[in-house]
């Protein structure tokens, strides 16, 4: 691994400002924000998150861990860098708060991942090179700005890894919003009948219960059907793991796909196939103690969060180098803001239209509670916070 600086030179730390817009809640983004702010507050750096919404199932210390805000206007210090995450928090945080560069990371295809533009945002991450390219199609961002940076697991969090064995008993089927009446459910439970396996269903969904604590759950469990940072995990601690998607359950983690699926972020293509039971029981029965036990090393090796804290301080430092660099300009910022809030226009026009053109009901009620909660959140501070 290359050297990376631990702390920026001249200073004793830097101070991190996250944006996340549900920050209390268990998910992969907030897992992914916990794990880099508490690597980077482990040597000694200053991390807040900026957030709004309502939390679900849990505290805080299941989701983000980590000092949180719910209005920018009495923050406890001034940030050296803004660590945007979802475009509606990060760009109110960056319009709050003038002088102060920033970075954006990407998750995904979702609206509320979409890369926005703005003259301080000096750097993008995405978390795949499909994601990368999309990035750049998509919002017009040049591709040398966007770093790829996979993501990794808190092995201090995850310090247990069990010994698999050698064939699986027990499976868990761990995805957020998954319907276990789904035709991808029905086909994972028809395999795993056929293997003699127990399965659960959980995560974070009306249908499942929510993993709270994934280091002390996961290692129950000889197999995981998973995606993403729950997979990550679940290979962290000696579980076998089957990718899943939305709408498909793809291939077994082993030595072989491993980089290939790392940069697809363990996560099948969207054009895959749909799901079948025989194909998953193949999978099942390729499952061996030994193929398991070293795959969930080699994760551990080359997925250590330690390396992420190193490479986001090393893109830290770069974007706080380019902004003492460039002089300030007012309008181009003031462009910039006029350009965002025109493209949000057209998901606000419908809530204006006549109520035979509108959302169904329950969404629209959800969409205008959603909006008030934000609109609290960022005029007033939370006095729960």
Same mark, same amino acid.
């Given at each position: 691994m290359s050297r990376q600086?631990?702390?920026l030179p001249g200073s004793t730390g830097i101070k991190v400002l996250f944006t996340c817009s549900s920050p209390k809640r268990v998910g992969g983004?907030?897992?992914i924000i916990r794990d880099l702010a508490s690597g980077l507050r482990r040597r000694g750096h200053e991390t807040l998150v900026y957030g709004v919404g309502e939390p679900v199932d849990g505290d805080a210390s299941a989701g983000i861990g980590t000092p949180m805000v719910w209005s920018l206007d009495a923050l406890p210090f001034v940030p050296d860098i803004i660590h945007g995450h979802h475009h509606l928090v990060a760009m109110p945080a960056i319009m709050a708060l003038p002088g102060v560069p920033a970075l954006y990371s990407s998750h995904g295809a979702t609206h509320g991942d979409r890369p926005p533009r703005h003259p301080r945002?000096?750097?993008?991450t995405a978390m795949s090179p499909t994601l990368r390219l999309r990035m750049a199609t998509e919002s017009g961002i040049d591709e040398g700005d966007i770093a790829v940076v996979c993501n990794t697991v808190d092995l201090e969090r995850f310090s247990v890894r069990r010994e698999p064995p050698e064939r699986p008993r027990k499976a868990l089927v761990y995805r957020r919003d998954f319907d276990p009446d789904s035709a991808v459910g029905r086909e994972i439970r028809e395999a795993a009948d056929a293997a003699g396996l127990t399965l659960d269903f959980r995560g974070?969904?009306?249908?499942? *219960?929510?993993v709270l604590f994934p280091e002390k759950d996961l290692p129950r469990y000889d197999l995981v059907f998973?995606?993403?940072?729950?997979?990550?995990e679940a290979l962290a601690c000696g579980c076998a793991v089957i990718i899943l998607g939305n709408t498909t359950c793809g291939e077994l983690v082993r030595q072989s796909n491993f980089d290939?699926?790392?940069q697809g972020n363990f996560t099948p293509p969207v054009n895959s196939p749909p799901p079948a039971s025989a194909a998953i029981l193949g999978e099942i029965r390729g499952i061996s103690a030994a193929e398991v036990g070293a795959t969930s090393l080699r994760l551990r090796r080359v997925a250590d969060a330690r390396r992420q804290v190193d490479v986001f301080l090393g893109?830290?430092?770069k974007v706080?180098?380019?902004?003492?660099?460039?002089?300030?300009?007012?309008?181009?910022?003031?462009?910039?803001?006029? *350009?965002y809030l025109r493209d949000l226009v057209p998901l606000v026009e419908p809530l204006d239209a006549p109520p035979e053109a509108q959302p169904i009901p329950q969404k629209r009620k959800a969409a205008f509670a959603a909006l008030a909660r934000q609109i609290a959140a960022t005029i007033e501070p939370d006095p729960d916070a």
């Open positions: 600086i631990s702390r983004i907030q897992s945002i000096y750097g993008y974070l969904g009306t249908k499942l *219960r929510t998973a995606s993403g940072k729950s997979a990550i290939r699926l790392r893109i830290y430092e706080i180098g380019i902004h003492k660099r460039t002089p300030p300009d007012l309008a181009a910022e003031q462009r910039a803001v006029f *350009r």
